[in-house]
């Protein structure tokens, strides 16, 4: 088989021929000017190594891009001069002006979204704000957006560094192979200069494109979701995190947001724990700064994608508190049967799937659902009750230590008098015993479990039951 035509390598042995020519001769000029000589210019034969592999590493460009690659062209002729530290400056700007290059043209919201901490968010719009995004900030984006493989993303890190410590870039003394520039060079050329795009990755520029600007009909889901279930890990974290981004935006057209109500659940399904938390700290975050459309569009997405759990537990915690003093508030007054359904199902939003609630509000929590769930002598709203069965199948040990305060509640305590009251409550105690781990909650459990109508509403007060909590 012929060999694909390349690089005339006969052009190495001259090269280095006239590097060493070169070398005398400047050696001498620095002399002659009672200049420092030696150290300053790498040896010939280190040189030499680096002019023997460029020639095939630089075959490996387009000719349509090789004739754009300033910095390619400064890398070599700096190998070529022996300043090798000037060398790695010069590749690394290579690398650098692509990757800005690269970014511009693919999606430049999507990875500011990706790259951008939320609170410098807003400094970052044009591509010109890409000069002032650091250089460890702008390959770690490039990988979260999947510009770049794990593996060359460590790479090339390690290059940064190398850059930052060893080359021209800072005042240094060390030395560097011709060896290790090559690596690096090929390193650069395969995870940067000559990679692309592609897979995954197209897909979702693709989608972004189409959400911004295009409408999306909900015949067109099905294979939407198809293509989202096939995303890394990673990539979907990222266009989670760009999506919510065009959501949030106040400015955003609502044809933006009505596409993104239809992709919105099925995104959410297939991102991450993490991500998700994310989404919750933006919420947190707009509040924080007083920005309050973003705050209200981000509210308005977690519900949308039944991920308001997924808020801080400060933020979370208002809510929840928000609500039950609604619910309590419903329950007591008149027509509650009909009004207690739809804040029950809202308050549902916001308890997790494991039923962590924050602490500063665990015990309000549990004794409202608990009250509400036992209801009135008059009866129990039916269309809240498996509302509140789901909430109390949710309960853990923080909620069981709570349930049992609820009996010193005198506003639940005086409705266990009552038949109907009584035999609800003792319904709650019969879901909650299989969740009780340790023996003294298993044996406080059983005590109220056992307990008559007529004793239950001053169990409270018996000296063998205040025992038996005190161990707990």
């Given at each position: ?38 150290g ?29 690659a ?14 090798f ?71 090339l ?80 974290a ?23 109500k ?29 920005d ?64 962590k609630?924050?602490?500063?509000v ?54 266990l008098?009552d ?18 781990v ?35």
């Amino acid at each position: 088989m012929a060999k694909k035509p390349g690089i005339e390598t006969a052009l190495v042995k001259p090269a280095t021929a006239a590097v060493d020519k070169f070398s005398e001769g400047f050696r001498g000029y620095l002399a002659g000017l009672g200049l420092p000589v030696d150290g300053v210019l790498v040896a010939p034969d280190e040189r030499g190594k680096v002019l023997a592999n460029a020639p095939d590493l630089v075959d490996l460009i387009e000719p349509q891009h090789r004739a754009e690659a300033m910095y390619v062209s400064k890398f070599i002729a700096a190998c070529g001069a022996g300043l090798f530290d000037a060398a790695l400056n010069f590749i690394w700007d290579e690398v650098t002006v692509r990757l800005r290059d690269r970014v511009a043209r693919f999606d430049l919201a999507y990875f500011y979204d990706t790259a951008v901490p939320a609170p410098e968010r807003q400094d970052y719009q044009t591509e010109e704000d890409l000069r002032s995004l650091s250089d460890a900030a702008l390959i770690k984006g490039a990988l979260k957006c999947g510009m770049l493989t794990d593996i060359g993303y460590k790479h090339l890190d390690y290059i940064r560094e190398m850059r930052n410590w060893a080359s021209a870039a800072h005042p240094n003394h060390a030395s560097l192979t011709g060896f290790q520039l090559v690596a690096w060079f090929e390193t650069c050329l395969k995870e940067v200069i000559l990679r692309e795009p592609e897979g995954e990755v197209l897909e979702v520029g693709r989608l972004l494109r189409n959400l911004r600007e295009q409408t999306i009909d909900p015949s067109d889901i099905p294979a939407i979701a198809a293509s989202l279930g096939r995303l890394p890990t990673g990539l979907a974290a990222a266009l989670l995190r760009s999506v919510v981004g065009l959501y949030c935006d106040p400015r955003q057209d609502v044809r933006v947001r009505d596409n993104i109500k239809l992709v919105a659940p099925r995104l959410w399904n297939v991102s991450p724990e993490p991500a998700r938390g994310e989404i919750g700290l933006k919420h947190s975050n707009y509040a924080a700064n007083a920005d309050v459309d973003r705050k209200k569009f981000a509210h308005e997405f977690l519900d949308l994608v039944g991920g308001l759990a997924y808020l801080p537990d400060s933020d979370l915690a208002l809510e929840i508190q928000a609500r039950i003093t609604q619910l309590e508030g419903a329950h007591d007054a008149w027509d509650n049967f009909h009004n207690e359904p739809p804040i029950a199902r809202q308050l549902r939003k916001y308890v997790p799937e494991n039923g962590k609630i924050p602490s500063q509000v665990n015990d309000e929590y549990v004794r409202v659902v608990v009250r509400c769930r036992v209801g009135r002598t008059s009866g129990i709203s039916r269309n809240a009750a498996p509302i509140y069965d789901e909430l109390i199948d949710l309960f853990d040990e923080p909620q069981l230590r709570a349930f049992v305060n609820t009996l010193a509640a005198p506003e639940l305590v005086t409705r266990l008098t009552d038949a109907g009251c009584f035999s609800r409550f003792q319904s709650i105690v019969a879901r909650l015993q299989p969740k009780a781990v340790g023996q003294p909650m298993q044996r406080v459990l059983a005590h109220i479990a056992a307990a008559p109508s007529a004793q239950l509403p001053v169990l409270w007060k018996d000296s063998r039951f205040q025992r038996l909590i005190a161990a707990l």
